[in-house]
């Protein structure tokens, strides 16, 4: 298992936010965390990330990624790991990127954080870039100029660049219009196939979670309430909270023929 | 005066005698019926909107029958879409064509009518906290909108804001309290009473759920079927979501930079495309039952709205483009009774979807426009 979650739990004092006994990543696996605002999934991610205690919360339990455990390691070790082997893009790739700064120069930053040069960071930029079907003169533009959709696949790009192993992606193709999350999906796709990169992919909608993900874990108020293979959890659910969630998807309705 | 008068409604709501559950009836001094009833509620002749160099909307006709009824308006980003909602409520100036509300020009509406027209047209946002002061309580806000428009004093503006807040589904205790306090669906269902307060005749919905998870999402389309019913509401709905509009609208317009690219019922313009971009934007969208086998990829971004392409807009995009498609714009024609479509080709999408949904027909060989993979905008 590359990402490995157990018995992880994330409190605010005493109020529990996150109560997961298991979940795990495998390689070259999509695995979705779905559930309504407010279930936990995004505590989780931070969890992942080493991140939860910036906002107040203390986490225990274990989270490993390929055997090591992450939970004791100081902020420095963890930056090793956060960017270069495990990487994050969220609902909105306008936070991620600084408008004042070109792009290229945020990507170049993060780079070289990571010990590459600068002629392999603009290398390593360029070759990630195309990867996610953009051209690498994008860099030289300000945020401002690219679309949503252009900004997330920069931000993926990011990720790449740094061939991280597990892609957290939070909520990534929520605030964007229906092509261009088509767009973003397929990339997860390809990048999956071809890289074999672990995506955890969380989301609220399970219309997403079902053309993406190879495994879902339904999560609610913190808890697991439900996982397994993405076709049979999302056709036939096991536990009555999932049913709820998929009657409430709306779905279209339309007349065949001419 | 008006924020004044909203604060001070704010006072202890619990004084007011409780009509949880019984929201008035529309009475008809208050309908805004001053209005002359012509066939459309709602008629956009030729509208077009500049913004500098851009054509934001570019000559879009729509009607909308008095309601019960809705009218989707989809597409992506930078559509036109949101444009057309506030032209249709006189929020940004026309460079073109004429928005007419229940038969007359909005344009021309001054003074006393105009107020009836701001009353009789509310909009609804996608972000309820655009609406919602943090500093004010629930029932102060919407009891606000009912004093501005004089159609309450403000205790009894507080009593209908208790009704209102029942009629959406939310405890008339929630009067009480201040946004912060209630959940992002709860706010959104506020922000709609405070809508429906002063009894519209139109509603514009602009992207009502797109910031709320699927079961807050569910639960207020649930609110919108039940209260057009209710009401007598008609509206226009934007959405970038084909699963809303099919759930919501009778009729939808699909737009592509400032243009209805088809437009007719929605069943059968889901189900049976007439124009390649809408089939393309129908097979985008995630369904629970899995992948879709046929997507239709479209190549690059939407273009420049200042600098539109020639010939058909949808060209360089379009799996279909032929010559013609490059050099002539197609008119916007009747493609099917009820239904209309600007292609050049629609006879062929039209018998290619009905064959086998989703399915594109065989690309013609000169179908990729040259430099379509790289998705990098006009510099």
């Known amino acids: 298992m590359r990402l490995a979650i157990t018995g992880l739990q994330v409190s605010f004092g005493t109020r529990r936010v996150v109560d997961v006994d298991e979940l795990h990543v495998g390689a070259a696996e999509i695995v979705g965390l779905a559930g309504e605002s407010g279930s936990g999934k995004s505590m989780t991610t931070l969890a992942v990330l080493g991140l939860a205690h910036t906002v107040g919360a203390t986490v225990g339990g274990s989270i490993t990624l390929d055997g090591t455990e992450l939970t004791g390691l100081s902020q420095r070790q963890l930056r090793e790991v956060r960017g270069r082997r495990i990487a994050a893009i969220f609902q909105s790739p306008a936070t991620a990127f600084s408008p004042v700064f070109r792009l290229g120069a945020v990507v170049h930053r993060a780079l070289r954080l990571h010990g590459m040069s600068k002629s392999e960071a603009t290398e390593a930029a360029s070759r990630a870039m195309r990867q996610v079907l953009l051209s690498p003169g994008l860099l030289d533009r300000y945020p401002s100029q690219l679309s949503g959709g252009q900004l997330q696949r920069v931000a993926i790009a990011i990720a790449l660049a740094l061939r991280a192993e597990v892609l957290l992606a939070d909520e990534p193709t929520s605030a964007l219009d229906v092509t261009v999350q088509a767009e973003v999906l397929e990339l997860l796709r390809e990048l999956r196939d071809a890289n074999g990169m672990s995506v955890l992919f969380i989301s609220h909608d399970l219309a997403v979670v079902a053309e993406l993900c190879d495994r879902v874990a339904i999560m609610r108020q913190g808890r697991i309430v439900e996982q397994g293979p993405a076709a049979r959890v999302l056709s036939a659910p096991a536990d009555a909270y999932t049913a709820d969630l998929l009657a409430a998807v709306p779905v279209i309705r339309a007349e065949a023929g001419p | ?379």
């Not at chain 2, 209005?35 to 913004?51: H, K, M, Q, Y």
Request: aromatic residues 4%.
């Open chain 2, 1 to 379: 005066m008006t924020a004044e008068t909203g604060r001070d409604a704010g006072q202890p709501v619990s004084a007011v005698p409780a009509r949880a559950g019984d929201p008035p009836e529309p009475s008809a001094a208050l309908r805004p019926d001053s209005f002359v009833t012509g066939p459309w509620l709602l008629d956009i002749s030729e509208l077009a909107v500049r913004f500098g160099p851009v054509r934001a909307v570019d000559g879009v006709s729509l009607q909308l029958p008095p309601g019960p009824c809705g009218l989707g308006l989809v597409g992506e980003s930078g559509s036109g879409k949101t444009t057309i909602g506030r032209a249709a409520l006189r929020l940004v100036p026309t460079s073109a064509g004429i928005v007419r509300f229940a038969g007359k020009d909005i344009a021309g509406l001054r003074g006393k009518a105009l107020q009836d027209y701001r009353r009789a047209a509310q909009i609804v946002f996608q972000d309820p906290d655009g609406v919602l002061d943090p500093r004010m309580r629930i029932g102060a806000t919407i009891a606000e909108a009912l004093v501005a428009h004089r159609m309450a004093g403000r205790r009894a503006a507080a009593e209908q804001a208790r009704a209102l807040l029942a009629e959406v589904g939310l405890d008339p205790a929630f009067a009480a309290r201040y946004p912060h306090q209630l959940s992002g669906g709860q706010r959104q269902r506020v922000s709609i009473a405070r809508a429906l307060s002063v009894r519209p005749r139109l509603l514009v919905l602009d992207e009502p759920t797109s910031a709320l998870d699927v079961r807050a999402q569910a639960a207020i389309l649930a609110l919108v079927t039940r209260l057009r019913a209710q009401r007598n509401l008609a509206y226009l709905l934007i959405t970038h979501n084909l699963a809303i509009v099919s759930e919501l609208c009778e009729q939808t317009a699909v737009l592509y930079l400032g243009r209805v690219a088809e437009s007719g019922p929605t069943d059968a313009l889901l189900g049976n495309p007439a124009h390649p971009y809408t089939r393309a934007l129908r097979s985008a969208v995630p369904e629970l039952d899995g992948p879709t086998a046929a997507r239709v990829v479209l190549p690059g971004d939407a273009p420049d709205a200042a600098n539109p392409p020639p010939g058909c807009v949808f060209h360089p995009r379009c799996p279909l483009a032929v010559d013609r498609c490059r050099a002539e714009v197609p008119a916007l024609r009747a493609v099917r009774p009820g239904r209309l479509a600007a292609c050049h080709r629609a006879e062929e999408v039209l018998a290619s979807s009905s064959a086998s949904p989703g399915r594109a027909p065989a690309s013609t060989a000169e179908g990729s426009p040259p430099g379509s993979t790289a998705a990098a905008p006009p510099a």
